[in-house]
């Protein structure tokens, strides 16, 4: 199945293109060797072959969420300038 000049041609209109006489031959050349190509494929003998969403395996990479101690809150207070209620205060930006 080729496409045809007029297909191009309205492909081009629904993209808002205007193409000149030699693009529009290109692009109908193209676009039938596309179409082409994708009929060649669709003869593929996949009879047995399981649907992938990868082609890949699939493997969590993220680490286990374990819990750990982290740092001495009062230590890292001491070095605020300003704070209340176990945290450090800030100047208010937003009326």
Do not use: W
């Amino acid at each position: 199945m080729s496409v045809s000049k007029e297909e191009v041609l309205h492909i081009a209109s629904l993209s808002r293109l205007n193409l000149t006489e030699q693009e529009l031959e290109k692009y109908t050349n193209d676009l039938s060797n596309i179409v082409d190509y994708a009929n060649e494929l669709s003869k593929i003998d996949i009879e047995g072959v399981k649907p992938t969403a990868h082609i890949l395996d699939i493997k969590n990479v993220f680490r286990k969420d374990n819990v750990e101690s982290s740092y001495d809150r009062e230590r890292i207070l001491q070095n605020a300038p300003t704070k209340a209620a176990g945290c450090i205060t800030v100047p208010k930006v937003v009326e």
